[in-house]
Every structure is written in structure tokens, then in C-alpha cells.
């Protein structure tokens, strides 16, 4: 009688296991068969039925079923789970020969990009960075710079003025009046930014861009600025680059020099951007005048100092071999797309 029961069972079920058609349907099979309730558990159940010397034969039979049943289950699974690994593969396929859809990524102007390493440099050598009016009055400019009204050298930096009194700053110079005044020595200062003159042809625009520095100490000597300068010009252009130091003039430093290397495009053999000469002229610097020190209040016995100033276009333009200074201005995105990648 179970055996004929079982018999039956297995033919149900293995014709619902069959004709399954999803993973739900197969789940609700298994329920059927091995529930609570299920057909192969009712009958495990029903042991108790069975005469005690056919119980060993009709147990192992009922086994025989559960896994010939739990086999078919977990065959079928596996066809539904590959059918569906199939469809996703398909469906979510991608296409890896379509182009991509380019993300334009800007570039840093050559200016701000010099500005970010130099400063990098100072700040790495002890310098805070600061920043000083672009409007900026007579005094700063010039006059805390010992450049009296009607000096001479007002001649090489002709700027705009707005009023007889304040102008567009000709030199970032103008901040080391400002410093000097608001700070106690030692400290050590550099000020980036934008500068107006007026000069327009092709190494010369009405706005261009200086980096200042300023070292104010007891013992400051030109060594210490050479030394400095030395390594600053190294780090920035490379350390086989060739310092030139040359004996100038500026109201604000005395003694005062003009700083020549040489040109890493040729490395000091001559080409078109040293114009031949091997070397470039970047910086005015010297040791502060001890009347400029007097003029912002602080005491020229007991310190001293030193300065320096970058033509910070001319450095952009070298770095990145650009010819002519107004590119730096014009915007033109075919100039600044050949900036980007590097
Ligand atoms: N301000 C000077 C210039 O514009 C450069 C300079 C700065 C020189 C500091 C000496 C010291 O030409």
C-alpha cells in the first residue's frame, strides 16, 4: 500500500519538478515534497504503519526517492540559474569598441602653475605666502621703496594711475613696505600676483605677474641670498642649471643684482629663447636698502634683509616655450589646450 503510494508520489512530483517553469514554481515542488506537510515527509511519518520487518526495506525506498527527488530539484535549479546568468550577460553586455563619452579635463594656466611651484618651493624653505592690493597707493609703490616722487627709475615702471595718488601697482615690491610693517622680524615672506605697467610687445604686456620675496634677520648677508636664490633656481629649472649673478641698480637694495641662468631649453649652448646667449635673465634681488627698513620701522642697526622679484610670465614662458607673452592673455583654447597633460 505505501508502496504504491510512494510510487505515485514520485511520478507527481517529478512531472511538477519538470514541467516547472521559474525558480519560484520549483520552490513551491520542494514545499509539496519535503514541507511540513509535504508528501515524502507525511509518508516518513506514516512509518508507524508499517509492519516492523518490512519498515528497513520501505525506509530505504522512501530514501531512494528523496534523493532521486532532491536531485532532479537541484538539476533543475541549476538550469534556471544558468538561464538566468545567460540573460543578464546578455543583456547587460557592453560594447567595448564604442567610443567613450570624453570628459573634458581643464589644464592650469602656465602663470598659476609657476605661482603654485615657486610658492611651493618657499613654503618648503621656511616663507609664508601673502597677498597685497592690486590698487595700491604712490607710497607703497614707491616712495616706502625709496623712490621718491620725480625719482629717475619711476621711468622703467610708467603705470596707470588712477588718481596722482593711487595707481596699479607697477611691482609686488609694494608689499614689502606693508610687511615690514605689520610684522616683527625675523620673517620671511613671498607675494605672488599680478602686476600693471605700461608696455605692450612681444616679451612685454600691460599686466604681467611678479613673485616677491623678503627676508628680514639679524646677520642677513648677500650670501644668504645667493644661496637661497641658488637653490630656489635649482628645484624650479633642474639641478644642472647654472646660476650667473650680475652687479644692478634698484632704489630698494643696495647692494643690488640681476639673476641670469642658463636656459634650460639649450642648457647654455644658445637657441631662439635665450636668443642665442645661453643664459636668461629672470630676477632683480639685493639686500634691502637700510632706509627702506627705517621708512616701514624697523630698526637698520640691529637687522637686515633681503629681496628678491621674479618676472613670473617670463618663467611660464620658458617652462613652456611660448614665444609670445600675450598667448598667456588672449584665451584662445587652442593655446590653452596645449597646456593640458603634462
Ligand atoms: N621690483 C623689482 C622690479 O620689478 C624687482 C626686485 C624685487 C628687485 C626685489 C630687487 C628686490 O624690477
Given at each position: 500500500?505505501i ?8 511520478e ?6 519538470k514541467?516547472?517553469t ?5 520552490n513551491?515542488?520542494r ?9 515524502v515527509?507525511?509518508l516518513?511519518?506514516?512509518?508507524r504503519?508499517?509492519a516492523?520487518?518490512?519498515r528497513?526495506k520501505?525506509g530505504s525506498?522512501?530514501?531512494?526517492v528523496r534523493s532521486e527527488?532532491e536531485?532532479?530539484?537541484?538539476t ?9 546568468l545567460a540573460?543578464?550577460l546578455q543583456?547587460?553586455?557592453?560594447d ?9 579635463i581643464?589644464?592650469?594656466h602656465?602663470v598659476?602653475d609657476?605661482?603654485d611651484r615657486?610658492t611651493d618651493?618657499c613654503?618648503?624653505?621656511?616663507f609664508?605666502?601673502v597677498?597685497g592690493p ?8 614707491f616712495?616706502?621703496?625709496?623712490i621718491p616722487?620725480n625719482?629717475?627709475?619711476?621711468d ?6 588712477i588718481?596722482?595718488?593711487i ?7 609694494a608689499?614689502?613696505a606693508?610687511e615690514m610693517?605689520?610684522r616683527?622680524p625675523?620673517?620671511?615672506i613671498?607675494c605672488?600676483?599680478k602686476?600693471?605697467?605700461?608696455d605692450s610687445d ?6 604681467f ?7 628680514v634677520d639679524?646677520?642677513?648677508s648677500?650670501a644668504?641670498?645667493k644661496?637661497?636664490?641658488?637653490i630656489?633656481?635649482k ?9 650667473r ?6 632704489p630698494f637694495?643696495?647692494p643690488s643684482?640681476e639673476?641670469?641662468v642658463?636656459c634650460p631649453n ?10 642665442g646667449?645661453g643664459?636668461?635673465e629672470l ?8 632706509k627702506?627698513?627705517e621708512?616701514?620701522g624697523i630698526?637698520?642697526?640691529k637687522?637686515r634683509g ?10 611660464a ?6 614665444s609670445n607673452?600675450r598667448?598667456?592673455?588672449r584665451?584662445d ?10
Amino acid at each position: 500500500m505505501i508502496e504504491e503510494q510512494l510510487k505515485q508520489i514520485r511520478e507527481e512530483l517529478s512531472t511538477y519538478i519538470k514541467n516547472s517553469t521559474n525558480l519560484k514554481e520549483l520552490n513551491d515542488v520542494r514545499v509539496k515534497a519535503f514541507g511540513k506537510s509535504g508528501l515524502v515527509t507525511a509518508l516518513s511519518k506514516n512509518m508507524r504503519e508499517v509492519a516492523p520487518e518490512d519498515r528497513p526495506k520501505v525506509g530505504s525506498q522512501i530514501n531512494a526517492v528523496r534523493s532521486e527527488l532532491e536531485e532532479l530539484l537541484k538539476t533543475k535549479e541549476a538550469e534556471f540559474e544558468n538561464a538566468e546568468l545567460a540573460r543578464k550577460l546578455q543583456e547587460e553586455q557592453i560594447d567595448i569598441t564604442e567610443p567613450s563619452i570624453k570628459v573634458e579635463i581643464g589644464a592650469y594656466h602656465p602663470v598659476a602653475d609657476v605661482i603654485d611651484r615657486l610658492t611651493d618651493i618657499c613654503v618648503d624653505m621656511g616663507f609664508s605666502v601673502v597677498e597685497g592690493p592690486e590698487i595700491e597707493s604712490d607710497y607703497y609703490n614707491f616712495e616706502a621703496m625709496n623712490i621718491p616722487k620725480n625719482h629717475p627709475s619711476r621711468d622703467m615702471q610708467d603705470t596707470f594711475f588712477i588718481t596722482d595718488e593711487i595707481l596699479l601697482r607697477s611691482q609686488t615690491s609694494a608689499v614689502q613696505a606693508r610687511e615690514m610693517e605689520k610684522r616683527k622680524p625675523p620673517f620671511k615672506i613671498v607675494c605672488p600676483g599680478k602686476t600693471y605697467r605700461n608696455d605692450s610687445d612681444a616679451t612685454h604686456s600691460p599686466i604681467f605677474h611678479q613673485l616677491e620675496g623678503l627676508v628680514v634677520d639679524e646677520n642677513i648677508s648677500m650670501a644668504d641670498l645667493k644661496s637661497m636664490l641658488t637653490i630656489l633656481m635649482k628645484r624650479l629649472y633642474g639641478e644642472d642649471t647654472k646660476i650667473r649673478f650680475r652687479p644692478s641698480f634698484f632704489p630698494f637694495t643696495e647692494p643690488s643684482i640681476e639673476v641670469d641662468v642658463s636656459c634650460p631649453n639649450c642648457h647654455g649652448t644658445g637657441c631662439s629663447i635665450c636668443k642665442g646667449t645661453g643664459m636668461l635673465e629672470l630676477l632683480g634681488a639685493g639686500v634691502v636698502n637700510p632706509k627702506v627698513l627705517e621708512m616701514s620701522g624697523i630698526d637698520s642697526k640691529k637687522y637686515r634683509g633681503f629681496a628678491f622679484g621674479f618676472g613670473l610670465d617670463r618663467t611660464a614662458m620658458i617652462l613652456d616655450s611660448i614665444s609670445n607673452i600675450r598667448s598667456l592673455y588672449r584665451n584662445d583654447i587652442r593655446f590653452l589646450e596645449q597646456m593640458k597633460g603634462e
